[in-house]
Each structure stands twice: as structure tokens, then as C-alpha cells.
């Protein structure tokens, strides 16, 4: 069962998060995410999972392909559908999302864990004590933005930990390097000269689901207005983990998220 390192020996917070100061912290670690150069290329996922031993059918980073819109009223009435003596055409917008946990400033599942498993650590990162978590699934209904999930293997809660064994040791979080479009940027906000406070400075950014009052530091240039609820607000065209429903993720699990009429291992026909 893998431990989460603290090679810094950063103090760690479980209930006075509130009370922390990220400004007298040594770092307070963020990421931009530039949507504008997202290609959907998955690359990060892939990237996710290899660094991390993440299980088959799980996933700590993944992007979604997601449309926002409606149909319009076509004042031509030329549009290809007619309804009520009136023609309407699709208004609709294509975008990809990278998802992950935003290592909120305020992270509920931090306050609903029973045992202390989980806590923030003073660098701004939210972690969890694999050998204490019970697996009771509290922080996974807690989280706004659907980023834990239940490790099979472990028989405990996961999420991303920003790679905390690589920021450790000075490296970049996997997704980061991998990232063909250079869409993800990862870096200290207490740094006066990271790449993260310039884009930050530069550019209009927002966080996914700001109503939640998580204060998420997971930040995206050029959301749409549509997306800012990550719940609700659009419909999901193919999430990343619709084609995992594979043999080995059974055997794994015991159970079968989608019907696979093949019989095979490739997900839907």
C-alpha cells in the first residue's frame, strides 16, 4: 500500500486549514490549465496512470469532451429542424476539459473524514494517509468536483496528489511534462517569478465550481461561462472512462460499469 512522503516534513492540517497561511508557507503549490491549448490528446491520463500505478477503470486526471449550447431559432427558417411552424439550428461549442482534483484551499473532504486520513498539507496540497483511511467513502460524497474515487487495489480512497513524490524531489507533476500542448502549467504561487503568478497576473482565469466555497487552485484560462459548474452546466460528449469497460477491470472490481455487446475487451462497439 503505497504511503504518501513528506520529504520537507511540512506540517499537516486536518481541521484548521482554514487557519493557514499559504503566503508563509514555502510554497504554495497551484495549476493553470490554458484550455486554449487543449487538444484532448489524453496523453496526461496515460501519463497519470504509468506515474502512479493508478487501477484499471479508475482515474486521478482525465479530460472530458464536452459540448455546450442549445438550438437556435433560424431567421432564415432554413434550419433542419421544424417545430411549431419554426426551424432551429444547433448553437454548440465543443471543448476539452482536463479534470483533477484541485487541491482546494477549503476542501470539505478534509473535514469529513472520520479518522484523519485525509489532510492538507501547509505547501497547499490535499493528501491522504493510505494505511489510516477506512475506506468509508465520506470524502468521496464530499467532493464537489467528482476527483476521489475508491482504489480496488488499496481498498481505500485515491485522488491526484499534484505527484507529490515527484514535486518532492523537485520535478513536475507527470500530467504536466507529458502535456503535448503545453496546456498545463504547475508551479509555486508564493514565487514571485513562477510561469503560474505571470498567467495568473495576465490572463482572466476561473476554477470549476466556485459556488462550492472550496477556493479550488486548479485555475483555467478561457472557460467557458457554461462550464464553470462542472456538475451540471453541459453535457458530456465522451468521458475518457466510457471505454474502460474491459475484462481485466471485472476481474478487478467485480462488477461492470457498461454493457460490452462483444463480449471483448474494447469498451462499447
Known sequence: MSEIENAHDLPYVHNTFSQVDPERSPHHWVMVIDLRKCIGCQSCVV???????????????????????????DPNGDGPVAV??????????????PRLCNHCDDPPCVEVCPVEATFKRQDGLVLIDYPTC??????????PYDAR??????????????????????????CVTSCVGRARVF????????????????????????????????????????????????????????????NQYDELTGRVLLETPTGGEGGRA
Open 47 to 73: 501519463a497519470c496512470k504509468s506515474e502512479n500505478n493508478v487501477p484499471v477503470g479508475v482515474y486521478r486526471t482525465w479530460v472530458q469532451v464536452v459540448e455546450v449550447g442549445q438550438w437556435e431559432v
Open 84 to 97: 411549431e411552424g419554426k426551424t432551429y439550428v444547433p448553437s454548440v461549442k465543443r471543448f476539452s476539459l
Open 134 to 143: 477506512i475506506g468509508c467513502g465520506y470524502c468521496i460524497q464530499a467532493c
Open 149 to 174: 474515487f475508491f482504489n480496488p487495489i488499496q481498498q481505500t480512497a485515491d485522488k491526484c496528489t499534484f505527484c507529490v513524490q515527484r514535486i518532492d524531489r523537485g520535478l513536475l507533476p507527470a
Open 187 to 246: 508551479g509555486d504561487l508564493n514565487d514571485p517569478d513562477s510561469e503560474v503568478g505571470a498567467l495568473l497576473a495576465h490572463y482572466s482565469t476561473q476554477g470549476l465550481d466556485i459556488a462550492a466555497g472550496t477556493n479550488p487552485q486548479v485555475f483555467y484560462i478561457n472557460l467557458d461561462g457554461d462550464l464553470v459548474d462542472a456538475a451540471t452546466a453541459y453535457n458530456t460528449v465522451y468521458p475518457y472512462a466510457a471505454g474502460t469497460n474491459t
